[in-house]
């Protein structure tokens, strides 16, 4: 249940017949009915019945699917209904229903139908006859000649003669059949004889005398003729005579619809209503309205009616909005027409009037127009007015409203309210009241050089005054900044002085306010006094003092002794700051400072820091022939520092390089010597910094390369010996590329020897091969040369053998180390309990043990370069020698099949027990 505006919905979902009744919707005293009628589903068969065959004696089911679960349907052979009983057994569940026929017999032949209350499914019955048989056959009689004799027999069953009549069959089948809508179809088959037929269209059987078929048949010819052929009525059509059948396809193929008479263009007025009017080609056929591209549904705003070959559809209410093309469709077929919609004009029914307000209060005009929520611009003058916080707008059906909130005299003049079509006017006058000072200037005293604000507040903001010290007007600059913030005026005397004392007063108008400012002289002090320090040796050092007063002279003092302008000193007044500046901070430069002017004195301590290492020498491993740098950094940039190594002062020559960069030094030792190794101080002050520096010996290479030749496909071996064990750094090259170890190029170390192992070498890889480590490097030449080809001296010959023996297949190849492929069938053979493979010097040898006739065949053997065979024939024993004679196959797992034979010659009274076990023992 839903409301709507002034619609209230009652939805009934998912409606079944037992919904129907009477509804009622009631709302105070009012009520309104309706009654709900449901028109129930036809009952149909989603699954029909099919033909059943079955066994004279045994079960049989037919079994359908219907639409509706658990509707009533009735069972009927022929035109007898059936009951259920000891024969007939009904079962229904859910939408499927079944009959069972219990113990078959040839009589229960037949068609059976499910019949619902809207349709109705029938299939046949089929019962194979069990064949007679004698319950008592004829018996052997001997008669004398002349008399009668009589031989008797009994069937199991009743028999009897009958003729098989030749079955019907078609001499001229249906054929397909395409026409357009509307036109009458006829299907025509001719049988071999009359007999009775039916005719049906898909699953469904048709029925004589309706209006839409006509079943005819003249003699041996069938027609079925198709009244006003619809597209609906397309589909493939049978007819069934006995076992025979015949079909064909119908196509209808549906008249285009098209439009007799199109949509027309229509102008209407605002708030009225509209129809659009077309004529199809056809009746019934539904169409689809749209505007613009949005299909439209019926409803308050939309009435569609579609009567016979008319389309209807009211626009109702019509809006601005609405304007736009509509189109009808149906197909492809489209119709379309533009609907204009003319404004109602807009009218004042009430105007605006004039208004006076009292400046700061709010103020509202307000006028009523004929047209409720029509748009309105309001106006000052010729200036539109935006909605915010100084104006609110307001829309209440046909009233309208300005309201001016926080009125002021800039606001007063013509108002106008402007519709589409006309506009109102009037006018606003603002009484404003007298110009007053809510807040008055008030006598202050400050000291000298601080800055002094005189405020005041009117009682109206955005006004401009003047302010005055006695009669002089004060313009806003360096000295005095003049401030308006909305009421609040504001004047500000910078770094006052004593002349800036007097009477100073702000004015508007002949309003006026007025205060004294009185400036009292800065008292001669210390506003800040010396502060102790520490330099360090060789450093500067900073003293600092701040007076009360600017430009006052002082005098510098160290103890008893004034100091003067000049060389390590130097003084500067900058304002209220006096400075002293000492440069290159010596010891005797430690003592008392104190600044001085008439009778005030600051004074401080200055002590010089002893010299230390902000950053300490570390120490070092480095490798022989490489360059070495210790730095340090002491605190002081000015001091000297003396370098030594064990103890033995190094002077800046040769391989030593000393340097200073502020307060930080350096010693470089450039290409190491092993006797450059050992400790390593700076010294400065007293102060001292050490580090040890060790020497590492270069690595150097004890045992060289050594060149070699390989045969392409073997593997060329590179070793050399360093003077240090487990070095991992060194590079391999071949050429000019160095290697990468993987599984062509294989590196190791062991000790201090390095090996190169290159596998699978080609003929392109011949160059220099080297190990570098450093600036020591080894290289020697590697050549590969071509693999030579390998060639048959003496081809395998062909071999006769008796089964059980061993045969050998051999040959002779031109090289003395090239291995020897054998194969048998494509497959590679190996060595083990069946075959031996062996090589002597240029001799291969194939030597298969136990031979029996599964090994006849052709056997290859290939070089790489050559290839050739020969056919092993394997002679089977004579039956009278198999005797004891076995044979096992044995599968194994590096062979596919394994055949082991034994043969017993011993006497054939041996125990088979144990003649088995000796036969495992030897497998």
Request: charge should be neutral; hydrophobic fraction near 30%.
């Given at each position: 249940?839903?409301?709507?505006?002034?619609?209230?919905?009652?939805?009934?979902?998912?409606?079944?017949?037992?919904?129907?009744?009477?509804?009622?919707?009631?709302?105070?005293?009012?009520?309104?009915?309706?009654?709900?009628?449901?028109?129930?589903?036809?009952?149909?068969?989603?699954?029909?019945?099919?033909?059943?065959?079955?066994?004279?004696?045994?079960?049989?089911?037919?079994?359908?699917?219907?639409?509706?679960?658990?509707?009533?349907?009735?069972?009927?052979?022929?035109?007898?209904?059936?009951?259920?009983?000891?024969?007939?057994?009904?079962?229904?569940?859910?939408?499927?229903?079944?009959?069972?026929?219990?113990?078959?017999?040839?009589?229960?032949?037949?068609?059976?139908?499910?019949?619902?209350?809207?349709?109705?499914?029938?299939?046949?019955?089929?019962?194979?006859?069990?064949?007679?048989?004698?319950?008592?056959?004829?018996?052997?009689?001997?008669?004398?000649?002349?008399?009668?004799?009589?031989?008797?027999?009994?069937?199991?069953?009743?028999?009897?003669?009958?003729?098989?009549?030749?079955?019907?069959?078609?001499?001229?089948?249906?054929?397909?059949?395409?026409?357009?809508?509307?036109?009458?179809?006829?299907?025509?088959?001719?049988?071999?004889?009359?007999?009775?037929?039916?005719?049906?269209?898909?699953?469904?059987?048709?029925?004589?005398?309706?209006?839409?078929?006509?079943?005819?048949?003249?003699?041996?010819?069938?027609?079925?003729?198709?009244?006003?052929?619809?597209?609906?009525?397309?589909?493939?059509?049978?007819?069934?005579?006995?076992?025979?059948?015949?079909?064909?396809?119908?196509?209808?193929?549906?008249?285009?619809?098209?439009?007799?008479?199109?949509?027309?263009?229509?102008?209407?007025?605002?708030?009225?209503?509209?129809?659009?009017?077309?004529?199809?080609?056809?009746?019934?056929?539904?169409?689809?309205?749209?505007?613009?591209?949005?299909?439209?549904?019926?409803?308050?705003?939309?009435?569609?009616?579609?009567?016979?070959?008319?389309?209807?559809?009211?626009?109702?209410?019509?809006?601005?909005?609405?304007?736009?093309?509509?189109?009808?469709?149906?197909?492809?077929?489209?119709?379309?027409?533009?609907?204009?919609?003319?404004?109602?004009?807009?009218?004042?029914?009430?105007?605006?009037?004039?208004?006076?307000?009292?400046?700061?209060?709010?103020?509202?005009?307000?006028?009523?127009?004929s047209k409720p929520g029509a748009p309105v611009d309001w106006r000052k003058g010729r200036v539109v007015l935006k909605p915010g916080y100084k104006y609110e707008m307001k829309q209440e059906g046909r009233l309208t409203k300005l309201i001016i909130n926080n009125m002021e005299e800039s606001d007063a003049g013509k108002y106008t309210c402007k519709t589409k079509d006309s506009q109102s006017t009037a006018e606003l006058t603002v009484r404003a009241p007298p110009i007053t000072f809510k807040t008055k200037l008030r006598a202050q005293q400050v000291e000298e050089e601080n800055s002094v604000t005189l405020s005041c507040e009117l009682s109206k903001p955005g006004l401009t005054v003047e302010w005055r010290k006695d009669q002089e007007l004060l313009k806003n600059d360096f000295k005095y900044q003049i401030k308006n913030r909305n009421s609040s005026m504001e004047l500000t005397i910078?770094?006052?002085?004593?002349?800036?004392?007097?009477?100073?007063?702000?004015?508007?108008?002949?309003?006026?306010?007025?205060?004294?400012?009185?400036?009292?002289?800065?008292?001669?002090?210390?506003?800040?006094?010396?502060?102790?320090?520490?330099?360090?040796?060789?450093?500067?050092?900073?003293?600092?003092?701040?007076?009360?007063?600017?430009?006052?002279?002082?005098?510098?003092?160290?103890?008893?002794?004034?100091?003067?302008?000049?060389?390590?000193?130097?003084?500067?007044?900058?304002?209220?700051?006096?400075?002293?500046?000492?440069?290159?901070?010596?010891?005797?430069?430690?003592?008392?400072?104190?600044?001085?002017?008439?009778?005030?004195?600051?004074?401080?301590?200055?002590?010089?820091?002893?010299?230390?290492?902000?950053?300490?020498?570390?120490?070092?491993?480095?490798?022989?022939?490489?360059?070495?740098?210790?730095?340090?950094?002491?605190?002081?940039?000015?001091?000297?520092?003396?370098?030594?190594?064990?103890?033995?002062?190094?002077?800046?020559?040769?391989?030593?390089?000393?340097?200073?960069?502020?307060?930080?030094?350096?010693?470089?030792?450039?290409?190491?010597?092993?006797?450059?190794?050992?400790?390593?101080?700076?010294?400065?002050?007293?102060?001292?910094?050490?580090?040890?520096?060790?020497?590492?010996?270069?690595?150097?290479?004890?045992?060289?390369?050594?060149?070699?030749?390989?045969?392409?496909?073997?593997?060329?071996?590179?070793?050399?010996?360093?003077?240090?064990?487990?070095?991992?750094?060194?590079?391999?090259?071949?050429?000019?590329?160095?290697?990468?170890?993987?599984?062509?190029?294989?590196?190791?170390?062991?000790?201090?020897?390095?090996?190169?192992?290159?596998?699978?070498?080609?003929?392109?890889?011949?160059?220099?091969?080297?190990?570098?480590?450093?600036?020591?490097?080894?290289?020697?030449?590697?050549?590969?040369?071509?693999?030579?080809?390998?060639?048959?001296?003496?081809?395998?010959?062909?071999?006769?053998?008796?089964?059980?023996?061993?045969?050998?297949?051999?040959?002779?190849?031109?090289?003395?180390?090239?291995?020897?492929?054998?194969?048998?069938?494509?497959?590679?053979?190996?060595?083990?309990?069946?075959?031996?493979?062996?090589?002597?010097?240029?001799?291969?040898?194939?030597?298969?043990?136990?031979?029996?006739?599964?090994?006849?065949?052709?056997?290859?053997?290939?070089?790489?370069?050559?290839?050739?065979?020969?056919?092993?024939?394997?002679?089977?024993?004579?039956?009278?020698?198999?005797?004891?004679?076995?044979?096992?196959?044995?599968?194994?797992?590096?062979?596919?099949?394994?055949?082991?034979?034994?043969?017993?010659?011993?006497?054939?009274?041996?125990?088979?027990?144990?003649?088995?076990?000796?036969?495992?023992?030897?497998?």
């Amino acid at each position: 249940m839903n409301l709507e505006g002034k619609v209230a919905q009652l939805t009934v979902l998912h409606v079944q017949p037992e919904d129907a009744g009477r509804y009622s919707c009631s709302t105070g005293e009012e009520k309104t009915c309706a009654e709900l009628r449901v028109k129930p589903l036809p009952v149909t068969f989603k699954r029909e019945l099919v033909l059943l065959e079955v066994k004279e004696g045994d079960g049989g089911v037919f079994c359908c699917e219907i639409s509706k679960p658990g509707a009533p349907v009735e069972w009927k052979k022929g035109r007898t209904s059936l009951k259920p009983g000891d024969k007939y057994e009904m079962k229904q569940e859910g939408p499927f229903t079944k009959l069972i026929i219990n113990s078959v017999e040839e009589s229960d032949a037949g068609k059976y139908t499910c019949k619902t209350k809207d349709s109705q499914s029938t299939a046949e019955l089929s019962v194979r006859g069990s064949p007679p048989s004698f319950k008592m056959p004829l018996v052997s009689q001997e008669e004398t000649e002349g008399n009668s004799v009589v031989l008797r027999c009994e069937l199991n069953k009743p028999a009897s003669c009958e003729g098989k009549e030749r079955p019907v069959r078609f001499l001229q089948d249906l054929k397909n059949v395409q026409v357009q809508e509307g036109n009458a179809v006829t299907l025509s088959c001719e049988v071999s004889k009359v007999s009775q037929v039916q005719w049906s269209r898909g699953a469904t059987l048709l029925t004589p005398g309706g209006e839409k078929h006509l079943m005819k048949q003249s003699g041996s010819t069938l027609e079925l003729h198709i009244r006003k052929s619809q597209p609906e009525d397309s589909g493939s059509y049978s007819c069934v005579c006995g076992e025979a059948r015949t079909t064909a396809t119908v196509i209808i193929t549906a008249i285009p619809v098209t439009f007799k008479q199109k949509l027309k263009n229509q102008e209407a007025v605002e708030e009225g209503a509209v129809t659009l009017r077309c004529e199809l080609s056809k009746a019934g056929v539904p169409v689809e309205w749209r505007r613009d591209a949005q299909l439209l549904k019926e409803g308050e705003k939309y009435l569609m009616k579609q009567e016979g070959r008319i389309a209807e559809m009211q626009i109702r209410n019509l809006k601005l909005t609405d304007l736009g093309e509509y189109s009808c469709s149906v197909g492809t077929a489209v119709t379309s027409a533009d609907i204009k919609v003319r404004e109602i004009p807009v009218t004042f029914k009430e105007e605006l009037e004039d208004v006076e307000v009292k400046e700061g209060d709010s103020g509202a005009f307000c006028c009523q127009i004929s047209k409720p929520g029509a748009p309105v611009d309001w106006r000052k003058g010729r200036v539109v007015l935006k909605p915010g916080y100084k104006y609110e707008m307001k829309q209440e059906g046909r009233l309208t409203k300005l309201i001016i909130n926080n009125m002021e005299e800039s606001d007063a003049g013509k108002y106008t309210c402007k519709t589409k079509d006309s506009q109102s006017t009037a006018e606003l006058t603002v009484r404003a009241p007298p110009i007053t000072f809510k807040t008055k200037l008030r006598a202050q005293q400050v000291e000298e050089e601080n800055s002094v604000t005189l405020s005041c507040e009117l009682s109206k903001p955005g006004l401009t005054v003047e302010w005055r010290k006695d009669q002089e007007l004060l313009k806003n600059d360096f000295k005095y900044q003049i401030k308006n913030r909305n009421s609040s005026m504001e004047l500000t005397i910078k770094n006052s002085q004593l002349q800036d004392s007097g009477l100073y007063s702000c004015s508007y108008g002949d309003t006026k306010t007025s205060a004294n400012i009185t400036i009292t002289p800065i008292p001669l002090s210390f506003k800040m006094g010396l502060k102790n320090q520490e330099a360090p040796e060789g450093g500067n050092v900073s003293l600092r003092c701040e007076l009360s007063r600017a430009g006052v002279p002082v005098q510098w003092w160290k103890a008893e002794d004034q100091l003067q302008q000049g060389g390590r000193y130097q003084m500067t007044l900058r304002g209220k700051t006096a400075e002293m500046h000492i440069r290159n901070v010596q010891p005797e430069d430690v003592g008392e400072y104190s600044c001085v002017f008439g009778e005030q004195k600051t004074m401080a301590e200055v002590t010089a820091a002893s010299v230390f290492f902000e950053k300490e020498l570390e120490s070092q491993a480095v490798m022989e022939g490489k360059p070495v740098l210790l730095s340090c950094q002491v605190s002081s940039a000015n001091v000297p520092v003396t370098w030594k190594k064990d103890n033995v002062v190094l002077e800046e020559e040769g391989r030593y390089i000393v340097k200073k960069n502020g307060p930080t030094h350096t010693l470089e030792i450039k290409k190491l010597l092993l006797e450059d190794a050992g400790e390593y101080c700076c010294i400065s002050r007293g102060k001292k910094t050490s580090a040890k520096i060790i020497v590492r010996e270069r690595v150097r290479v004890v045992s060289e390369l050594q060149g070699i030749t390989v045969t392409a496909g073997e593997d060329a071996v590179f070793e050399c010996e360093l003077t240090h064990a487990d070095v991992s750094e060194g590079v391999w090259w071949l050429g000019q590329s160095p290697l990468q170890r993987n599984e062509m190029n294989q590196m190791t170390v062991r000790g201090r020897q390095q090996r190169l192992v290159l596998t699978m070498t080609t003929p392109d890889e011949t160059g220099i091969v080297a190990f570098v480590i450093g600036e020591e490097k080894t290289s020697a030449r590697l050549l590969v040369v071509p693999k030579a080809t390998v060639l048959f001296e003496e081809k395998p010959k062909d071999v006769v053998i008796m089964e059980g023996e061993s045969a050998t297949l051999s040959c002779m190849i031109s090289d003395f180390t090239s291995p020897l492929t054998w194969t048998r069938n494509h497959i590679p053979l190996r060595d083990g309990e069946k075959y031996e493979i062996r090589k002597e010097g240029k001799i291969n040898l194939l030597i298969i043990r136990d031979v029996d006739p599964l090994d006849t065949g052709t056997y290859c053997c290939d070089t790489g370069d050559d290839q050739s065979s020969a056919k092993l024939t394997v002679t089977e024993l004579l039956l009278s020698s198999k005797r004891n004679y076995r044979v096992w196959r044995l599968r194994r797992e590096d062979q596919p099949l394994c055949t082991v034979s034994c043969l017993n010659l011993e006497s054939d009274s041996m125990d088979e027990e144990q003649a088995a076990t000796e036969r495992q023992q030897k497998v």
